[in-house]
């Protein structure tokens, strides 16, 4: 790939990150409960610190992408490092897809009767979806690069 497209492609991840964590910042101050509520008390609510903790994963997903990304610019595709970071990918959106589910079973299981959850247990089955298929490329194209590498030592030890 063009330079070009790497760095645009890269713009793209760092974007993605940006509103990810303005929509995390945002989000609480909007929702119904905050009408009445300090700071404090809006940002330090149990289920809004689980998903703080849970978009650890999509920002380390988020990194990864990016590195891997500088990898495929500097022709270094076919190495560990790239293997690694498709790795390390694949088990951030496994471990993003388990905790918007553990949330999505609290939200179903222990919430206000006088409320309804439809739709945010809509939106955690469209994003462990959309979770579950990144993991799936990311473990295909981990196993093609991996056997790629294994291919090309193959060849160079019968050279």
């Not at 998903?51 to 495929?72: H, M, P, Q, V």
Request: with cysteine.
């Amino acid at each position: 790939m063009k330079s070009i497209s790497i760095v645009f492609l890269q713009a793209v991840i760092v974007l993605i990150g940006i509103v990810a964590l303005a929509i995390l910042l945002w989000v609480p101050l909007t929702e119904g409960r905050a009408a009445n509520l300090d700071l404090f008390s809006i940002y330090f609510d149990p289920f809004i610190l689980y998903g703080y903790a849970a978009s650890i994963a999509f920002f380390i997903a988020l990194y990864k992408t990016f590195k891997l990304l500088g990898y495929i610019g500097q022709n270094k595709v076919f190495s560990s490092n790239a293997v690694k970071t498709l790795k390390s990918i694949k088990y951030c959106a496994i471990v993003l897809s388990i905790l918007i589910v553990l949330a999505g079973l609290y939200i179903r299981l222990f919430h206000n009767k006088e409320d309804d959850p439809a739709g945010f247990i809509a939106i955690c089955i469209v994003t462990t979806f959309v979770s579950i298929v990144v993991a799936t490329a990311a473990a295909i194209f981990e196993k093609l690069l991996q056997n790629a590498i294994d291919m090309k030592s193959e060849n160079d030890l019968t050279i």
